[in-house]
């Protein structure tokens, strides 16, 4: 029997420092967020961070935190709900890769309804280490310690998918309906650049130049940059957007090693700078609303854009549980579950 694994970031237990700082150590120890030797993740984690940025996330959290709970959790499961009522011979398990909402937790559920075949489907649009990767990894070590006769399948990255294009688009001329936008920012979470490098198939492609994500190579299957800046382009194209009205940039950076650039939080500045006022930002790396895309872009980077100047900004929503996702989210369960209606996987 064939069954589905959606999995998702993540999140604490409450807005609390108490139940942030768990959360925070199991997801900063994990060795493809933060790639350093487990001495030095101690250190810069343990020795650090949990000192200090329990408290700082936890006010975060409280800011975006709904009655009904984490954005991200309750956003997850509406969308399980809604997959699994298009997929009625299908069980449609949801797991979280850090917290308590386990993948082991979403696995032994499908084992417990007869599943002997599962669909890991990472809801992340882009392939990066701390993302995708880290899920199938620890999905597979599960399965050869705990789950030994079941068959997992992985669901690749659909970032330059045309249908996934479509409806991304969509939502964004959606959203900014009777809207005059000056400039339209595609932010991505960011990653370290030594991420990238670790992730060249190639061992020689990758350059983090102008040019390197924007010539052919095999690199491109694993290179988040170019995944990203591919979703831009396409995009773009898409919604005839004119070279000047849109751009890219990362947020979220953590310690002193070179991220990804540009930083978004600088980028809202700059066009602030440049006389933009009027300006929206969509998060492409994200399908699930969650505290980046609430309380990062959402209310810091519209105080950002209101310091320097600027008078309208709106942030696009993520696709969450929106019907067109939905279906589109269905139709690729079901051309793996049935590849006679269609081939996706």
């Known amino acids: ?24 150590d199991e997801f900063l120890m994990d060795e493809r967020v933060i790639d350093v030797p487990y001495w030095a993740r ?59 909402m386990t993948i082991k937790k979403g696995l032994q559920e499908l084992v417990g309804k007869g599943v002997d075949e599962v669909l890991l489907f990472p809801l992340y649009p882009q392939f990066a280490m701390a993302t995708t990767e880290t899920i199938t990894v620890l999905a597979e070590k599960l399965r050869k310690e705990h789950f030994p006769n079941i068959k997992i399948t992985d669901f690749p990255a659909f970032y330059n998918d045309p249908d996934y ?19 339209l920012l595609f932010s991505y979470h960011g990653v370290p650049e030594r991420h990238i490098f670790k992730r060249d198939v190639t061992k020689s492609h990758c350059k983090i130049d102008k040019s390197c994500c924007i010539t052919p190579s095999s690199a491109h299957e694993y290179c988040y940059r170019h995944q990203c800046l591919e979703v831009t382009r396409l995009v773009a194209k898409k919604l005839d957007l004119k070279p000047g009205a849109y751009s890219s940039s990362f947020q979220s950076r953590l310690g002193f090693d070179p991220w990804l650039q540009p930083p978004t939080d600088r980028t809202i500045e700059r066009l602030g700078k440049q006389g933009i006022k009027s300006m929206a930002v969509v998060t492409p790396a994200f399908v699930s609303d969650c505290l980046e895309t609430l309380e990062e872009i959402a209310m810091e ?26 279906n589109l989210l269905s139709k690729w369960i079901k051309s793996w579950a049935e590849p006679s209606i269609a081939e996706r996987v």
């Open 1 to 24: 029997m064939k069954g589905i694994l959606l999995v998702n970031l993540g999140s604490p237990e409450s807005p609390t420092a108490k139940d942030v700082k768990p959360y925070l």
């Open 301 to 326: 980077g519209q105080e950002i854009f209101h310091e320097i100047g600027g008078k309208d900004f709106t942030t696009i929503p993520c696709l969450n549980y929106d019907e067109p996702w939905v």
């Open 42 to 100: 101690v250190l810069i984690v343990r020795g650090i961070i949990l000192n200090t940025r329990p408290k700082a996330s936890a006010a975060a959290y409280q800011k975006i935190w709904w009655e009904e709970g984490s954005p991200l959790i309750v956003i997850s499961e509406k969308l399980q709900e809604k997959v699994q009522e298009q997929l009625e011979n299908y069980p449609v398990a949801l797991a979280m890769r850090y917290g308590s």
């Open 165 to 183: 294009i479509d409806v991304l688009s969509d939502s964004i001329s959606k959203n900014l309906e009777g809207k005059s936008i000056e400039h």
